[in-house]
């Protein structure tokens, strides 16, 4: 099996780690784990996860003119998006959070048009038109009422700002991923972000009840920090080595397939008309987005 395939399959399965996931980690927010104190769960676990690791391959020294790169992918793909997700997911929909991330690739083609010049056509245009209407769609509409999700229209916000964010992270970070070990640049990343983001997530942290957690709330945690975060970032800089990063993000495509049907499965949220009509929209206006413009003759 050639590395390509391999990397084609590393993003799969981030994708439905990360699809499974709305579902999971929304079942025990905000009633065991707040958001902000998952967020330290998240960031100090993989973190510890990582330095681990990396004791078992080559020592890398980052060069100085690195470190300000460091910062900004561990603020871009370790604080804000981290935060705005699992604050949105605690006051949205699992659904809602399964659709709106597919914005993703939208985002990677705006930016990589403004940091590395590339070819925007009237397609990719109409595409992000398409997709920003049914983000807008999902945002907007205020009648859907549900008990664990008590500010729809702002979580869904949120939902486009971790979007926008990782979006941002997957272009940056692809030049440090180029350069560095995958399991070198992943421990200072997440110490970078655990270090930044502590002063907003440990009063949160320090409210966990953990003798009062269930064993299925317990697992959900296991399965955020090893999986949705450990795996799904190990397994997107794999992919990043071989592919580019609209590629890598193409396969958000999955993600709302994934987390709709197994927030459906598992009896956490419903569809409605206007879901599907903004679930369509987006996957219509993201694949246009990301369509490939054909090389001039």
Known sequence: MNQRT?????????????????????????TYVKP??????RL???????WCISFFVPKEKIEKKDWGKILLCAVLGMVINMLSFFKGLSLSTPINSSVLIILTPIF???????????????????????????????????????????????GNSLF??????????????KKLVEKYHPF????????????????????????????????????????VIIGTTFLTYLFNIYALKNLKASTVSSFSYLQPI????????????????????AMLLIMFGVYLASKKPKPNP
């Open 44 to 50: 100090v676990g993989a973190a510890t996860l990582f």
């Open 108 to 154: 990677v083609v705006i930016l990589s048009a403004i940091f590395i010049k590339e070819r925007i056509t009237l397609r990719r245009v109409l595409g992000i038109i398409l997709g920003f209407i049914g983000a807008i769609t999902l945002i907007l509409f205020k009648a859907e009422v549900s008990q664990n999700a008590p500010n729809i229209p702002l």
């Open 258 to 277: 994934i987390g709709v049907l197994f927030a459906l499965l598992m009896g956490k949220d419903s569809l409605s008309t206007v879901k599907i009509i």
């Open 184 to 223: 070198t640049l992943m421990k200072w990343l997440f110490t970078v972000g655990a270090i930044i983001s502590f002063p907003v997530t440990y009063p949160e942290f320090q409210e966990i009840q953990w003798r009062n957690m269930p064993l299925n709330a317990l697992g959900a945690v296991a399965y």
């Open 6 to 30: 391999l990397a084609i399959l590393a993003a799969i399965g981030a994708t439905t780690i990360y699809g499974m996931n709305h579902t999971i980690a929304k079942g025990v927010m905000p």
């Open 160 to 173: 486009i700002i971790n979007s926008l964010c990782f979006g941002a992270y997957l272009i940056f970070v």
């Open 36 to 41: 902000f104190g998952f967020i330290m769960l």
